[in-house]
């Protein structure tokens, strides 16, 4: 009779397992893919260049080895990036729980109970025990593709939040090279600003010189003192601003202000524009235009999931539990039970119609950023080179301008010391080369960060190769531990 029933019970669990591999094979509600691009760029940039490509470390072009440290020192510790990667390992759990809907639940259940009581009219004590082990075991069968179309989802938001990570990263590299080339300038100014004040002591004296021997008036003194004085004035600013962009480059680093040094360098020779590619390169080589495009693949599935959650659902348990007065006898009594039930709305006020329309305008929103993504991309990467390429033309006029004002100021003293004009000309022509000089080195700064970001917004595949930073916090250290024990 036992055997009957066994051969009927797997009889039944074949016939399950055979409708379960059909029915799961089916999404009815499979997102369609999109045959067009969704944001078709144009072919080509404004500017060619004929360089190779490279996608790799572009920093490591400026030849600075403290350069290059401190950017992979940012890229293992900054709070951003930190951020990010904790943030892809909560992606990573969440992708994994929804994953796990595929699979089937088993749970272990145990009883024990042990009762004691007195007969009054005997006056004797009784004892008993009983044991009790069961198991549980429960699976929907993924009738309308809902639970694939949920780790579906969930899966794509992890590889979005990567793509955050990698995001984050390109952002910090820029931010370094730019707060390192900033520094430079800084230093670089305070050099121009420390050889002008030695220049205008030596005109002070000279003048001096000249007023004693009646030769010049007490205004040309005064006005060479204030010129003096104005220059002298731009030493404070130039190293306040130097210090806070070494506290803003200490931030990236992920350290306290002032742990940071930085050693005096010269600036990198601008060289040729790097290997641009096409338009269409940076929806592969830009980490946002990836996340957003994710993300949008992430919100169909969403809508695939929401369309299948308003069918039926199909559920299958099953139950076996065995017990025994005594532990010994534990496996002589035993059930074992099997259900299917099947559930479905009739009316839910229109809850589950509502949360389709949702997600059918998240696909919406979603497609919106995604098509602003790429042109962003693509605006980003011509500003970039429409900035550099009439930026070199500025710097070269203004170099013209600085030229000529030396000229100028170097015939205005002439004609002074010959008496052939009062000091006007002198301090004019004087003021005019020193605040040129001066802003030459922003001039020049500009053009080498107009740089730095056409190698940001161009994007690459360095940030494939990032890894996860060592973890600091006491929780993450006794998880390591744990871990390693275990293993």
């Known amino acids: 009779m036992n055997c009957i029933k066994l051969g009927k019970i797997r009889h039944a669990t074949v016939v399950a397992c055979t409708v379960f591999l059909f029915l799961t094979g089916c999404s009815p509600f499979k997102p369609t893919p999109r045959q067009e691009p969704v944001a078709p760029l144009p072919a080509a940039y404004s500017l060619y260049s004929e360089q190779e490509t490279d996608t790799g470390k572009w920093w490591e072009s400026f030849g600075n080895a403290e350069l290059n440290r401190m950017v992979e020192e940012a890229l293992a510790a900054n709070f951003d990036i930190r951020v990010a990667w904790a943030n892809l390992r909560q992606a990573g759990a969440e992708a994994t729980q929804a994953n796990a809907d595929k699979y089937p639940t088993l749970e272990m259940t145990g009883d024990y109970s042990h009762a004691r009581e007195y007969v009054s009219s005997t006056k004797r004590e009784s004892t008993g025990e009983s044991h009790s082990i069961g198991l549980g075991a429960g699976y929907e069968i993924d009738l309308w593709g809902r639970i694939r179309a949920n780790a579906m989802s969930g899966e794509l938001d992890y590889m979005a939040s990567r793509e955050d990570l990698k995001t984050s990263a390109m952002?910090?590299?820029?931010?370094?090279?730019?707060?390192?080339?900033?520094?430079?300038?800084?230093?670089?100014?305070?050099?121009?600003?420390?050889?002008?004040?030695?220049?205008?002591?030596?005109?002070?004296?000279?003048?001096?010189?000249?007023?004693?021997?009646?030769?010049?008036?007490?205004?040309?003194?005064?006005?060479?003192?204030?010129?003096?004085?104005?220059?002298?004035?731009?030493?404070?600013?130039v190293e306040s601003e130097e210090q806070l962009l070494l506290n803003e480059l200490a931030f990236l680093l992920g350290k306290p202000v002032g742990s940071v040094t930085v050693t005096d360098a010269e600036?990198?020779?601008?060289?040729?524009?790097?290997?641009?590619?096409?338009?269409?390169?940076?929806?592969?080589?830009?980490?946002?235009?990836?996340?957003?495009?994710?993300?949008?693949?992430?919100?169909?599935?969403?809508?695939?999931?929401?369309?299948?959650?308003?069918?039926?659902?199909?559920?299958?348990?099953?139950?076996?539990?065995?017990?025994?007065?005594q532990i010994t006898t534990i496996f002589d009594n035993w059930a074992l039970k099997l259900a299917a039930a099947v559930v479905g709305p009739i009316f839910d006020g229109g809850y589950r119609k509502a949360a389709v329309e949702k997600a059918r305008g998240e696909v919406d929103e979603k497609l919106a950023t995604y098509e602003s993504t790429v042109y962003t991309a693509f605006k980003e990467v011509e500003d970039a080179l429409t900035q550099e390429k009439w930026q070199k033309k500025y710097v070269e006029a203004k170099q013209r301008q600085l030229d000529a004002s030396r000229v100028s100021l170097h015939e205005a003293l002439s004609r002074y010391s010959q008496g052939l004009d009062t000091y006007l000309p002198v301090l004019s022509a004087l003021l005019s080369a020193q605040e040129?000089?001066?802003?030459?080195?922003?001039?020049?700064?500009?053009?080498?960060?107009?740089?730095?970001?056409?190698?940001?917004?161009?994007?690459?595949?360095?940030?494939?190769?990032?890894?996860?930073?060592?973890?600091?916090?006491?929780?993450?250290?006794?998880?390591?531990?744990?871990?390693?024990?275990?293993?």
């Open 267 to 325: 600036l990198p020779e601008l060289a040729e524009l790097p290997h641009l590619g096409l338009p269409a390169d940076l929806l592969a080589n830009r980490p946002d235009v990836q996340s957003a495009g994710l993300a949008l693949s992430s919100a169909d599935w969403a809508v695939s999931a929401a369309r299948a959650n308003r069918l039926p659902s199909l559920n299958l348990t099953g139950t076996g539990t065995y017990s025994g007065g």
């Open 171 to 237: 952002t910090v590299a820029g931010e370094v090279v730019t707060k390192w080339i900033e520094i430079q300038v800084q230093r670089r100014k305070k050099r121009i600003v420390a050889e002008q004040i030695k220049a205008n002591e030596t005109y002070l004296e000279l003048i001096e010189l000249r007023f004693r021997n009646s030769i010049s008036t007490a205004l040309d003194v005064y006005q060479q003192r204030e010129n003096l004085a104005g220059v002298m004035a731009q030493l404070p600013q």
């Open 436 to 487: 040129l000089e001066v802003s030459m080195a922003e001039y020049q700064m500009n053009l080498l960060l107009y740089r730095v970001e056409l190698h940001r917004v161009l994007g690459g595949t360095w940030m494939n190769d990032l890894e996860r930073p060592k973890a600091r916090s006491a929780t993450a250290k006794s998880e390591n531990v744990s871990n390693e024990g275990q293993s």
